[in-house]
C-alpha cells in the first residue's frame, strides 16, 4: 500500500549568507505565520502549486513541501455539504464555518485539524492542523527559471537553495 502523501506551497525569501540559508530553507512549517495558529495542507500537488504563489516577492522562491500527516484526528466535512449546511456542532453548540476562529477554538479540544474534502478546483482537500508538527515534510521542489526541479531531499533541497542565491557551498568545520 502506498502512503499518502500531502503538500504544503510557499516560498523561501532569498538569502544574502549561509545563516540565512538555514533560516530561509525550512521544512519544519510554523503556525506563528497564521493570524488563526494553524498551518494548511492539501492532497494535491497542484493545490500546493497555487498556493506557493501567495504573497511571494521578486526576492523569494516558490516552493513546495511534500510529507506525512503525522495524525487521523482530523474532523471532516465536504466542501458540498458544507455548502448546503455551514455549520458543524461540537459539543453540542453550533459553529459557523465562516467564524473560523470560534470553530477552530471548538475543535482544538477534539480534533487535531479539520479537512474540507474537495474544497478547490481539482477537488484537492483543503486541510487545517491546529499544530504544524502534525505534518512532516520530507521532500521539496523548488521553482527554478520557470522550471520546477524534481523532488529534493531536505540536503539536495538546501543545496540547489544555496545555489540559486549565488553562495558557495558552506565550508566543512574541521
Known amino acids: 500500500m502506498t502512503e499518502k502523501r500531502y503538500y504544503h506551497g510557499t516560498f523561501w525569501l532569498k538569502a544574502e549568507s549561509h545563516d540565512e540559508v538555514e533560516e ?13 495558529g494553524v498551518v494548511y495542507v492539501t492532497n494535491l500537488e497542484e493545490t500546493a502549486v497555487y498556493f506557493s504563489k501567495w504573497n511571494t516577492t521578486s526576492d523569494a ?22 455548502q448546503r449546511n455551514s455549520t ?7 459553529y459557523e464555518v465562516g467564524d473560523r476562529e470560534q470553530l477552530f477554538d471548538a475543535m482544538r479540544t477534539k480534533f487535531d485539524g479539520f479537512n474540507t474534502v474537495g474544497n478547490y478546483d481539482g477537488r484537492g482537500d483543503d486541510i487545517v492542523l491546529f499544530d504544524a508538527g502534525n505534518f512532516s515534510a520530507t521532500e ?35
Open 24 to 36: 530561509s530553507a525550512f521544512f519544519n512549517l510554523d503556525s506563528g505565520y497564521s493570524d488563526l
Open 61 to 82: 522562491i516558490q516552493v513546495i513541501l511534500r510529507g506525512a500527516l503525522l495524525t487521523d484526528k482530523l474532523l471532516e466535512r465536504s466542501a458540498y455539504d458544507l
Open 88 to 94: 458543524i456542532e461540537i459539543d453540542g453548540v453550533g
Open 140 to 174: 521539496a521542489r523548488l521553482l527554478i527559471d520557470g522550471q520546477w526541479t524534481d523532488w529534493l531531499d531536505r540536503e539536495q533541497a538546501v543545496e540547489a537553495f544555496t545555489k540559486i542565491c549565488g553562495l558557495e557551498a558552506a565550508p566543512l568545520a574541521i
